[in-house]
């Protein structure tokens, strides 16, 4: 059963959530508030890895990775000190973003990823700066009939995430540059 711990070491207000590389919050997305279907959208959090720890990390999915249907994940991978990010639409077209990043263990550190459904647009973010922009994604909108899962995904692709995790936000639109900062 997944469960998770909180922690008072917050990159904002007085706790995290703390996952152990086991561990999995899942958050229903039947709410209209997270159905993005298919539109625009914005992922953002607040991450800090424990130093020491090995192999792709899932941060967030948003995806059944067993028949990869259409939604989203995003990984950190310390092996490669690397984020990355993967889309896959309804129609089974399908896009990937990987980019080098420092270690970023010990430290809070913000990632967010923004989705344009009419040009396919996404960026990804790390610390308020852009890091890559991929245009060739694509455009028939995600829809996935799947919870929303943070810190580990479910099956056996990535491992679990270890570190704390912060201000988690979901947005039914592509953030601003200016946001994405914040």
């Not at 889309?87 to 896009?95: H, M, P």
């Not at 010990?106 to 308020?128: C, K, M, N, P, R």
Request: glycine share 10%; hydrophobic share 35%.
């Amino acid at each position: 059963t997944p469960h998770t711990i909180w922690n008072s070491d917050a990159a904002a207000g007085s706790y995290s959530l703390e996952f152990d590389g086991d561990d999995a919050l899942t958050v229903d997305t039947s709410f209209a508030q997270l159905n993005l279907g298919g539109d625009d959208f914005s992922l953002a959090l607040w991450i800090k890895p424990d130093s020491g720890t090995t192999g792709s990390q899932m941060l967030a999915q948003l995806m059944d990775l067993v028949n990869w249907g259409d939604g989203y994940y995003l990984t950190y991978g310390l092996d490669y000190d690397s984020l990355s990010f993967y889309i896959a639409d309804a129609g089974g077209g399908s896009a990937y973003t990987w980019v080098n990043v420092p270690d970023l263990s010990s430290a809070w550190h913000h990632i967010a990823v923004t989705f344009e459904q009419d040009s396919g647009q996404v960026v990804l973010y790390l610390d308020g700066l852009p890091l890559d922009l991929h245009s060739e994604t694509p455009t028939e909108g995600i829809d996935p009939d799947v919870p929303l899962w943070l810190g580990n995904s479910g099956d056996s692709w990535y491992g679990g995430y270890e570190g704390l995790m912060d201000e988690v936000r979901v947005y039914n639109r592509a953030i601003t540059w200016n946001e994405a900062r914040a």
